[in-house]
């Protein structure tokens, strides 16, 4: 088993910047791969990032590469997304998440938290 905790969402402006961290316990192997996803009401869940535990590898969906950048801290078992430049089109709520493995497209997660609300007004 593996559990998840979010902090940092909140509500910011067009363009501004949110950091939210992502404290993760539990079983070591099914947290080899490491990530967010976030869902928006009425729309699909969508990958955002994901890091592999080696931290060489990572995946970005398109909607956020150049502005989101994740990272991670080992010793502190805690991931990191930074947000930057941020739109109305990011406000979901944001959801730490883990697996195994990655998988081809980068997000397949098995575990995730509850959640943390990001949202972005103009």
């Known amino acids: 088993q593996v559990q998840l905790v979010e902090s940092g969402g909140g509500s910011v402006q067009l363009g501004g910047s949110l950091r939210l961290s992502c404290v993760a316990s539990?079983?070591?192997?099914?947290?080899?791969?490491m990530g967010w996803f976030r869902q928006a009401p009425g729309k699909e869940r969508e990958g955002v990032a994901s890091?592999?535990?080696?931290?060489?590898?990572?995946y970005y969906a398109d909607s956020v590469k150049d502005r989101f950048t994740i990272s991670q801290d080992n010793a502190k078992n805690t991931v990191y997304l930074q947000m930057n430049s941020l739109k109305p089109d990011d406000t979901a709520m944001y959801y730490c998440?883990?697996?195994?493995?990655?998988?081809?497209?980068?997000?397949?997660?098995?575990?995730w938290g509850q959640g943390t609300q990001v949202t972005v007004s103009s």
């Open positions: 890091i592999g535990s080696a931290g060489f590898t990572t």
């Open positions: 998440a883990a697996n195994s493995y990655c998988g081809e497209r980068g997000f397949d997660f098995r575990y």
């Open positions: 539990g079983n070591t192997y099914s947290r080899n791969c």
